[in-house]
């Protein structure tokens, strides 16, 4: 007798108000169902953020095709399924999610009235905007640009991001850039905020910041009027005072800067070395890059939303009698 099983699981993790709902976005083959005695699921993520209230949890599952841009401009949660999700073989982290796809969005727009979001775990593909206020953006992979406009009191922390931008003077105020991997970022004259545990990977500039605990691995770096400890560049930009240090070699630092070892994945060689300088160089004699925990945002592998997830599901595929046995492992990923 060949049986179908169907899992859904809540995230409680996220503390969500006793009135508010979870609206799933699958694109994937799963037929829309009809009210009012079955769920509702959505096939874009504007749709299902349209039709959310205020303090709504949209959970974006896995899919090999985008669910499209989508704009936010009231409270919301938004979960995905992380990235850099299979097996080492293809420089992914493995064991981590039973669907190792990734929640892909074109392009994530937020802007005012959005206050009180949470956008985790989603894998963006084009140049995504943040305009709004005291929103945290956590765990997302976005593989081209993130531009700041007309924000502030914004939380960007454990993300993989190509560029980090601001175009305008004085549209960044009280950043807080945490536990990143950021190929390149611009921040002008009148923004302000503090970076600490980033990878800083190309020709960056900082104003107003203050900068602790991050790792300069490659490019220029311009800093303004920024307050600066124990830093590690690899060409001395943070200095020599106040607890900087500069590595020359990453290789010296990094379990596999050069991303040739078959152990570690695209983000788990961003580890320090044991003996390295930049494992005790940090504040209070802490790590520095994305996994030191000074300020309790390090980073977490392929992005993995702070919620309960399955990592691994055995039942049979087929039974005889009207039970089954299967195994479900869960894992809490605070």
Do not use: W
Not at 17 to 37: D, E, F, Q
Request: aromatic residues 8%; glycine residues 10%; contains cysteine.
């Amino acid at each position: 007798m060949n049986r179908k099983i169907a899992f859904t699981i809540s995230l409680a993790a996220i503390s969500i108000a006793a009135h508010s709902k979870i609206l799933r976005v699958n694109n994937t083959g799963i037929a829309t169902a009809t009210p009012p005695n079955a769920e509702v699921i959505y096939t874009t993520a504007q749709t299902a953020y349209d039709a959310a209230n205020p303090g709504d949890t949209l959970h974006i599952e896995p899919s090999g095709t985008s669910y499209g841009n989508l704009s936010i401009s009231k409270k919301i949660v938004v979960i995905g399924n992380g990235y850099y999700l299979g097996s080492l073989s293809t420089n992914a982290n493995p064991g981590l999610q039973t669907n190792e796809g990734n929640s892909r969005i074109n392009a994530l727009n937020i802007s005012t009235g959005a206050d009180g979001s949470v956008v985790m775990g989603l894998y963006l593909m084009n140049t995504s905007t943040i305009a709004g206020s005291n929103v945290v953006i956590s765990r997302n992979y976005f593989t081209t640009q993130v531009t700041i406009a007309n924000c502030s009191n914004i939380q960007i922390t454990q993300c993989i991001i190509g560029s980090l931008y601001s175009y305008y003077n004085g549209n960044g105020a009280n950043l807080t850039i945490a536990n990143n991997i950021i190929y390149n970022c611009y921040f002008d004259d009148g923004d302000n905020g503090i970076a600490v545990n980033n990878i800083i990977q190309a020709n960056s500039s900082f104003s107003s910041f203050t900068l602790k605990n991050n790792i300069h691995t490659a490019g220029n770096l311009d800093l303004t009027n920024c307050t600066v400890e124990n830093n590690v560049s690899f060409n001395g930009k943070f200095g020599s005072t106040n607890g900087n240090i500069t590595i020359a070699d990453m290789n010296t630092v990094f379990e596999d800067y050069a991303n040739t070892d078959p152990l570690f994945s695209e983000d788990s060689r961003f580890q320090i070395k044991a003996g390295s300088l930049a494992k005790t160089s940090g504040t209070g004699g802490g790590e520095c890059g994305i996994f030191g925990n000074q300020y309790g945002t390090a980073y977490k592998l392929s992005g993995i939303p702070n919620v309960p997830s399955v990592y691994k599901l055995s039942a049979p595929l087929n039974t005889s009698g009207p039970t089954m046995d299967a195994t479900i492992s869960i894992r809490s990923n605070q």
